[in-house]
Each structure stands twice: as C-alpha cells, then as structure tokens.
C-alpha cells in the first residue's frame, strides 16, 4: 500500500490535503521495510518510530508526513476510533458527498455485502478533480472476505458515465520483491482479461473523479455482453471448425493425469503472467 501510494503521488499527482481511509487502515509492514520504502520515493525519515510502532500501526501519521493535511477514516463500527461512524451498506449523508481529494480503501469493501451501494458511497466522498484508490483481493484469497474483484468490474464502474477516468489497474503478488502488471480494459482482441495463478494477488485501482453525475443510472454491463454479443456483432463472425488431430483421440482422462503432472513442477510463479495483455508496471516513473 505505501508504496503504490508514493508512486501515485509522484506518477499522477494525487492531492492529499483532505484523505479518507475506507476502514482506518493499518501498516502492515516493519518499521525498516516502512524506511526503505520512504527512501526509495526520496523521504528521509530520522525517527521512524513516530510513523509506526509495535503499539500503534495505524497509517495516520505515515500520510501526513507525506502530505495529508486531514486525515479521517469512516467505518461501521467504532472499534477503531474511526472518524465517521457509517456502514457502507447503507446510503452516505449528502454531509459528507463531494468532500475528499483522496478515498482510499486498502482492503475493506470485500467485506461489505452490498457492495454496489458501498462503491457508490465511496464515489460519491469524492470531490471532483480527486481520486479514488483502492487494493483489493483478486485470486487465491477463498475464504478471506466476499469477494475477490476482477479487472473489468472496475473498469466498467469508474467509466466517463459515472464521471470517473480509470488511472491505473494494476495486478501483483503478494511478495516483497513483486513485479506490478498494467492490466487493460477488455476489448474486441481480449473480450476477458482471464488468468490463474498460484499465491495470493491483489488488484489496485487509481481513478480520477472528472465530473458530477448520477451514478450508476444504467447498470454497468460487461464489455463483451454490452458491446459484441448483444449488438449483434458475434453473430457476424464465422465459426472456427478445428481439426481433429492426434491430440483429439487421447481420452479425457490422460489429460487430466498428463496436466496434474506438469502443473506440479516447481515453476515460478511469474511464468502465469506471461499474457499478451500485461505489461510492467514501473513505479517511479511512466
């Protein structure tokens, strides 16, 4: 999270002056890891204790030694002296809509059931000209919170429509020295950004608020259901009649034990990204 929040603030000038965290969120990192990453972006810290400590780890003083001038978090319950008592299942007070230059949500919508109502929530603390950041679960969190969140749901949510332009998607596994994918937008060459992995991968979303609209007036529909399928477009394409090759006659049953196989190899895990539609992500700079 620190990280991806110093390159933002380098790479797409994110403004900081009035940031809310979406849940009161934590560092989950030691201090040393937290001072080299503060280096790598140009911080010099001489006493990094006063960021975080075994007895406080909450991100509040981290932010605003960065930039944040107001620092608030809202949350359902009270547990962490959040600064708005809210659950996000429900409608937001028009008392808090259009307020923030930066929502920030490290891990907490996964959570709420409701989650179109708590995106919207989310949108709406956002004043135009700032952004909305978010990192969420993507593949092999089973079990960790609802849902785990695909490329596409947000490209979809955070369109011109709802007055919002997509930054950055990014993927990347849960490792210190991880590589960061740019994710695209499906299109008519890749109608579904698919892939399987095998550790725990986040998604990161960077999204600027452009605009006061209604949001969500129209449903946000899949791009190859909105844009091919239901417009006729698929029904044009003539169907790919394959060969039956050699490969065809082998029963289903010695490419299940022929594919267990080779999918035990000890294989890096990095080899799953090598899809034509990523590309790396560079941090510092574009």
Not at 161 to 188: A, C, H, Q, R, W
Request: hydrophobic share 35%; proline share 3%; glycine share 4%.
């Amino acid at each position: 999270m620190c990280e991806l929040i110093l390159s933002a603030k380098l790479k797409r000038h994110i403004n900081l002056n009035n940031l809310i965290m979406v849940g009161r969120q934590n560092l989950h990192l030691s201090p040393d890891h937290l001072a080299l990453s503060l280096k790598k972006f140009g911080y010099s810290i001489n006493n990094i204790s006063k960021l975080i400590s075994k007895n406080n780890t909450f991100a509040d003083a981290f932010f605003k030694e960065i930039g944040a001038k107001n620092v608030h978090s809202i949350d359902a319950s009270n547990y962490e002296d959040a600064t708005i008592i809210h659950d996000l299942n429900e409608p937001l007070s028009n008392e808090y809509k259009n307020k923030y230059s930066l929502v920030l949500d490290s891990g907490t919508l996964e959570h709420v059931f409701n989650f179109p109502q708590a995106i919207k929530n989310c949108m709406e603390l956002t004043q135009v000209g700032g952004h909305f950041m978010g990192i969420y679960p993507c593949n092999n969190f089973f079990g960790h919170g609802f849902y785990q969140f695909s490329s596409e749901l947000f490209y979809r949510v955070f369109c011109e429509t709802n007055g919002f332009e997509i930054m950055d998607v990014v993927l990347f596994v849960d490792d210190k020295e991880t590589t960061f994918y740019n994710v695209p937008d499906t299109s008519e060459a890749h109608q579904r950004i698919q892939f399987t992995n095998t550790k725990p991968v986040y998604i990161y979303v960077l999204a600027k608020r452009v605009s006061q609209t209604s949001l969500f007036e129209n449903q946000p529909l899949q791009m190859d259901y909105a844009e091919l399928k239901w417009k006729g477009k698929r029904s044009s394409l003539k169907p790919v009649v394959k060969k039956k090759t050699l490969k065809g006659y082998i029963p289903q049953y010695f490419k299940n034990i022929l594919k267990a196989l080779i999918n035990k190899a000890d294989k890096p895990d990095d080899i799953h990204f090598k899809k034509s539609f990523f590309s790396i992500y560079n941090l510092k700079s574009n």
